[in-house]
């Protein structure tokens, strides 16, 4: 196996990848999110939101990988990412309800959009290797 291809499939499959990523990428949308507020406000919206997404991805990623396999056929592709969806929603909005973040909506938006994207598509992978 190439170092290239090894490196690849490590990204693909490591938790400590996934997790740091969310906490960066996330973190750093809602600090954007919030930048015409006070800097305080949009920190904390940044913190508490690159800390969900990474505790989220980390939770996502393993309850995927656990629930896939319980399930079979279509609803092993399906029914996986809308749990996790819904989970998350509310996960999201009470945070940053809790939190006092001042624009929640566009704050979530990205986080919410970018982990369902996630999880279907993590979930259609861990499907068709199942499959294989």
């Known amino acids: 196996m190439s170092a290239i291809k090894a490196a690849r499939e490590w990204l693909a499959t490591s938790t400590v990848a996934h997790v740091a990523f969310a906490f960066v990428a996330m973190g750093g949308w809602a600090l954007f999110a919030n930048r015409d507020h006070t800097l305080p406000q949009a920190l904390l919206a940044g913190l508490v939101q690159g800390t969900i997404s990474a505790l989220l991805t980390l939770g996502l990623k393993k309850f995927l990988e656990w629930f896939n396999v319980k399930l079979s056929g279509a609803a092993a592709l399906i029914v996986p990412p809308l749990i996790t969806a819904a989970s998350i929603l509310a996960i999201l909005t009470t945070a940053?309800?809790?939190?006092?973040?001042?624009?929640?909506?566009?704050?979530?938006?990205?986080?919410?959009?970018?982990?369902?994207?996630?999880?279907v598509i993590y979930n259609l992978g861990l499907w068709r290797r199942r499959r294989a």
């Open 96 to 119: 940053h309800t809790v939190a006092g973040t001042p624009e929640i909506a566009a704050t979530i938006a990205v986080p919410f959009t970018v982990s369902t994207s996630y999880a």
